[in-house]
């Protein structure tokens, strides 16, 4: 009987404590392989810098032009499939988390 209430005392810790900050370090470096993945850096330390290094007398202007028309789109989609990733993560570890929670109540009042 004594080692009962250590058992249920580690399987909470692991549940609400543990096993949460594991997904989010996981989820954190899925984010920044994502990013690097997609050049995100890059993109953004090369913005003002011609699209295929194009340096021909008459159309640097207009590739620098080019090149941060597209790297802006580049970079906003980057940003919107961060957000949207980083939604669906937080939701995965607030499901994670009441998990325990639904199931007791899906138990008991038979939703």
């Not at 580049?74 to 939604?87: A, S």
């Amino acid at each position: 009987m004594g080692k009962l209430p250590l058992l249920i005392f580690d399987a909470f810790f692991f549940w609400f404590f543990e096993a949460p900050k594991g997904l989010a370090l996981y989820f954190f470096s899925f984010n920044n392989a994502l990013l690097k993945l997609f050049s995100f850096r890059l993109l953004l330390s090369t913005y003002f810098k011609p699209w295929k290094n194009e340096y021909r007398k008459g159309l640097v202007g207009f590739s620098i032009g080019m090149g941060m028309f597209i790297k802006t789109w580049i970079i906003l989609f980057d940003i919107v499939l961060l957000l949207l990733f980083t939604v669906l993560e937080i939701l995965a570890i607030l499901a994670f988390i009441l998990w325990p929670f639904a199931t007791v109540v899906l138990f008991f009042y038979k939703i």
